[in-house]
Nanobody
Framework: QVLVAESGGGLVQAGGSLRLSCAAS????????LGWFRQAPGKEREFVAT????????AYKDSVKGRFTISRDNAKNVVYLQMNSLKPDDTALYHC??????????????WGQGTQVTVSS
């Protein structure tokens, strides 16, 4: 059974930082890209960042470039999303997903339940 679990969300003031973690088990971790997606109330789910299985390829949503950094530790089966200079517009439920390297959610097979990030102004 594949399990994907996010952690690290919370309430932070604008300009602050959070680090999200995503642990995955039950799959060949290094063979899967790991992506972060987010969904705010009343809005469509959107791509945030992704990293290839070997960690060499990364892609980001334009609005988070320079503020967010995705990384992974294949020895621990964990992917991280370091979020700096947070803005109220970053408020959303953040999901981690495992699958093929892509900015499209449809290419990801395994999904976590999400962790809430709330940025106050």
């Amino acid at each position: 059974q594949v399990l994907v679990a996010e952690s690290g969300g919370g309430l932070v003031q604008a300009g602050g930082s959070l680090r999200l973690s995503c642990a995955a088990s039950g799959l060949a971790f290094g063979n899967h890209a790991l992506g972060w997606f987010r969904q705010a109330p009343g809005k469509e789910r959107e791509f945030v960042a992704t990293i290839s299985g070997d960690g060499y390829l990364m892609a980001y949503k334009d609005s988070v470039k320079g503020r967010f950094t995705i990384s992974r530790d294949n020895a621990k089966n964990v992917v991280y999303l370091q979020m700096n200079s947070l803005k109220p517009d970053d408020t959303a439920l953040y999901h981690c997903a495992a699958g093929a390297y892509s900015v499209s959610a449809s290419r990801y097979t395994y999904w976590g339940q999400g962790t809430q990030v709330t940025v106050s102004s």
